[in-house]
């Protein structure tokens, strides 16, 4: 029997999950959390043995989450499932320590095969994200000036390339206005640029954002 853990700030998501997954005899939700702290505590008292991660939650981020479950040596299995398909996000994510990476438009199937993979103890990157992954590797398109962000200034930067407020930043991430601003300043100062206009411009670019800006 799998044991899964899920993590996800959206309850419908969440729902979508556990119908999918309990209708297989080989699968059990035993648990559920709304953000990553809940999440941890939950993974750390359940020791489950796979977790479904969303990457963007208040507070503790899913980078945070798999940094810690590695930290904490524990056994259960990260399998990231987010809108987010570009780099940096599978490639940071893999080096934190995830098994497996699929976006949300995923079909349940890919689901399912995804985590019996990673419950076999091996890893699973849905086929577009590991064809993009090679394809950096093969003509160095890897090199996306945000690399050099860190886990918070990356999420900052995409919430402000999509037009949201800084106030909204805030809550949605439980963050100061003030830290929120200190992580802004850092990252354009990072990538040499001074506007949110050209944060969005660039963010397209490097594919972290679709023509209608969203991630």
């Known amino acids: 029997m799998i044991r899964i853990v899920l993590i996800d700030d959206h309850e419908l998501v969440r729902t979508g999950f556990r119908m999918i997954l309990e209708q297989q005899a080989d699968i059990k939700i035993v648990g559920e959390a709304p953000d990553g702290e809940l999440g941890l505590a939950l993974l750390k008292k359940l020791k489950p043995d796979l977790a479904l991660v969303d990457v963007h939650m208040p507070g503790v981020s899913g980078i945070e989450v798999t ?5 904490l040596k524990l056994k ?10 570009e780099s940096p996000f599978p490639r940071r994510l893999l080096e934190a320590g995830a098994s497996g990476y699929i976006t ?10 995804a985590v019996r993979q990673v419950a076999d103890g091996r890893r699973y990157l849905a086929p577009g994200i590991a064809e993009a ?7 160095g398109s890897g090199q996306s000036p945000f690399e050099s962000l860190s886990t918070r200034e ?7 390339a999509r037009g949201q407020p800084m106030p909204l930043i805030a809550e949605r991430l439980s963050l100061s206005s003030k830290t929120v601003a200190t992580y802004k300043y850092r990252l354009f100062e990072k ?11 660039m963010a397209g670019l490097h594919g972290l954002l679709d023509a209608n800006g969203t991630r």
Do not use: G, Q, Y
């Open 191 to 201: 990538l040499a640029i001074d506007n949110s206009v050209t944060l969005a411009h």
């Open 104 to 113: 949300k438009a995923c079909p349940s199937p890919e689901l399912l095969r």
């Open 133 to 139: 992954m090679a394809l950096e590797v093969v003509d």
């Open 67 to 71: 940094e810690r479950v590695r930290k």
């Open 76 to 85: 259960t299995r990260i399998v990231i499932v987010t809108m987010v398909s």
């Open 154 to 160: 990356l999420e900052v930067a995409l919430l402000l």
